[in-house]
Each structure stands twice: as structure tokens, then as C-alpha cells.
């Protein structure tokens, strides 16, 4: 393993690098940093050269007081690790850099894995069932209030359990690592103003490298059903749903995951060599 140190701009980005062959970026979700991947790459490090990094107010990467965009951090993370081309693994709003990414810059994405992204412009719903209307309600007043503790619980409620999951369901190391690196993004000082690049979702049909996009079936209902259309919109997407899962499946069975992703990296590259 070796750490990374990649400058962007203003900020520092902190990352690592294991393994070797074609370069695979992960890009962990708004409720997580890096960590999140330490069970999926250590199976791939053993055919990929994979790397991880902590976005801006992540983890060990801090806020910069400036104008940034997170697709620019991604092209200095790549040339920075010396990657002319990589797959892009991205979870929730990683999911929304690495699509973004490939629409800025798609001579430097070889294929892209998709796990409950966020997308800019995708429809979102005018209500929602009762039950996860009042948790949401929950979650609005925690941060209104700023009570980080009680909002840091109702997070790690949504999307760890799942709102179609169990309370609780998620127990032991993996519940404390979630907590922990929620904390850790919900104190962190938020500075600067990103630039957010122009929606996603009215140009799905440009995305035309091999995409895999994956749900886990106790995630919002509306996640599940953007995932199954960005699978009808994308050329050349597949979409897979993982049972028994929420809105992080690669984080709650790493494993399961691992061989997914390498089933298809192994397509991709079969692919490329005919």
C-alpha cells in the first residue's frame, strides 16, 4: 500500500494506492470517506491497481477556502497516481463525480460501476410513504437544531438500515465505522463553493462506456427505480440489484461486491482486447 498526498488547487487530497494492473478509482458516498472500500479492495488489489481518496471535508482531507470543482479533483487524483485511464467506482455522491467525470472527461474512463448514484437533474419524488416521510421529517429537524449526535444516528438510520430495512439492522464493526466517518464529514468545517457542473441525467445517452449500476433493495424506492432507468438510458449499462441491502451494499458485503465488480472488469477487459 502506498499513501497518497495529491494536491488540488488548494486542498491536499489524502488517498492510497494497493496493488497493480488497469487502475480502478472508488469514490466513497456523502456519509462515508474512503474507508468504505477497505473490504472491496483488498480482493481486487490482487488483479487492479486500486485507488481510494478522501473528497474535500472527508476523512483526512480537509476543506480549502475556495472555488473547486470535485471532477478537477479526480483528473489531479489520476494524473497525480499517474492514470491515463481508469474504471470509476463511485457510491451515492461519488456516484455523481464519477458520472460527471465521464462527461467532462470521457477519453479517461474506461468503464464505470454505479452504486445508488446521485445524479444532477434526475427526477426526484413529490411525496413519500409515511414511514419514511417521518423520517425524514427526523432527520430536518436534527440538522435544524444542529444536534450532530442525533443527526449522525438518523443518518446511519437511512442509509445504513435502509428505510425499507430494520432499525438497527446493520450492527457491530460496520456500525461504528459508518458512525465514524459520518462524524467526522458532519463536523468538518465546510468551506468553499463547489462548481457544479450542468445535470447528468439529460445526457445519460452520451455515457457510452461499459456501466454497471447497482442498488441494494432496502434503499429508497425511488433509488431503486433511477437505477433501473439510467439502466434503460445509458447504451451500454447493466443494472443489478443486491438483496438484503441498503443504500451502501459494497460496504454492508464487501465480498459479494468484489466478485461482482471483478466479474465485470474482467468483461471489460475481454471486451477491449477483441
Not at 477556502?65 to 479533483?73: A, G, K, Q
Not at 489531479?76 to 455523481?96: E, M, Y
Not at 463547489?194 to 433509488?223: I, K, Y
Request: hydrophobic share 40%.
Amino acid at each position: 500500500m502506498t499513501n497518497l498526498q495529491i494536491r488540488s488547487s488548494g486542498a491536499t487530497l489524502a488517498g492510497e494506492v494497493r496493488g497493480g494492473g488497469p487502475a480502478v478509482v472508488f469514490l466513497h458516498a456523502g456519509v462515508a470517506d474512503r474507508r468504505m472500500w477497505d473490504g472491496v479492495v483488498g480482493h481486487l488489489a490482487v488483479s487492479h491497481r486500486t485507488v481510494t481518496y478522501d473528497r474535500r471535508g472527508f476523512g483526512e482531507t480537509l476543506s480549502a477556502e475556495e472555488t473547486f470543482s470535485l471532477p478537477c479533483d479526480l483528473l489531479a487524483v489520476l494524473d497525480g497516481c499517474g492514470s491515463s485511464r481508469a474504471t470509476l467506482v463511485g457510491c451515492s455522491q461519488g456516484g455523481r463525480v464519477a458520472l460527471d467525470f465521464a462527461l467532462a472527461y470521457p477519453e479517461r474512463v474506461a468503464a464505470l460501476v454505479l452504486i445508488a448514484p446521485s445524479i444532477g437533474g434526475a427526477p426526484v419524488p413529490e411525496t413519500f410513504p409515511p414511514q419514511v416521510e417521518a423520517l425524514l421529517e427526523e432527520l430536518e429537524a436534527a440538522e435544524e437544531s444542529g444536534d450532530l449526535e442525533r443527526l449522525n444516528l438518523l443518518e446511519a438510520r437511512l442509509w445504513l438500515d435502509g428505510v425499507l430495512g430494520k432499525e438497527g439492522r446493520v450492527q457491530g464493526h460496520l456500525r461504528d465505522l459508518f458512525l465514524d466517518m459520518n462524524g467526522i464529514a458532519l463536523r468538518a468545517p465546510q468551506l468553499g463553493e463547489e462548481t457544479v457542473p450542468p445535470p447528468a441525467w439529460p445526457r445519460l445517452g452520451e455515457v457510452t462506456v461499459p456501466s454497471l449500476l447497482v442498488c441494494g433493495d432496502l434503499d429508497f424506492p425511488h433509488v431503486q427505480e433511477r437505477c433501473r432507468k439510467m439502466g434503460e438510458l445509458m447504451p451500454e449499462a447493466r443494472w443489478h440489484l443486491m438483496e438484503g441491502t441498503a443504500h451502501l451494499p459494497s460496504f454492508e458485503h464487501p465480498e459479494a461486491f468484489a466478485a461482482l465488480l471483478s466479474n465485470f472488469l474482467t468483461e471489460v477487459g475481454a471486451a477491449e482486447k477483441r
